[in-house]
Nanobody
Framework: QVQLAESGGGVVQAGGSLRLSCAAT????????IGWFRQAPGKEREFVAF???????WYGDPAKGRFTIARDNAKNTAYLQMNRLKPDDTAVYYC????????????????WGQGTQVTVSS
């Protein structure tokens, strides 16, 4: 089993920044792709970014040019640095882990954290 715990959410003004963390309890963290997804009330879960075990990255359209995903395998932690935040970024942000695939599709991920709330005021 893989356990994931997000932290770092909060309330910020538009244009501000937050760094989210995803701490994993897993034997071999580097074997897993870590994805970030977000979900606003009444909306579908949306892909934000992923980083593979070999440090390959991919970003969804909302994240491109503003967010950066990274990982520290020694700490079993992945990060999402979010800059130039907009009110449309308001959502619960989830990290997820998948052993095999590199994917922007939520259903491909087997393990999920509980989420952390990000609220961006206008």
């Amino acid at each position: 089993q893989v356990q994931l715990a997000e932290s770092g959410g909060g309330v910020v003004q538009a244009g501000g920044s937050l760094r989210l963390s995803c701490a994993a309890t897993v034997r071999i963290f580097s074997a897993y792709t870590i994805g970030w997804f977000r979900q606003a009330p009444g909306k579908e879960r949306e892909f934000v970014a992923f980083i593979s075990g070999s440090d390959g990255t991919w970003y969804g359209d909302p994240a491109k040019g503003r967010f950066t995903i990274a990982r520290d395998n020694a700490k079993n932690t992945a990060y999402l640095q979010m800059n130039r935040l907009k009110p449309d970024d308001t959502a619960v942000y989830y990290c997820a882990a998948d052993y095999a695939s590199e994917s922007a599709i939520a259903a491909e991920y087997d393990y999920w954290g509980q989420g952390t709330q990000v609220t961006v005021s206008s």
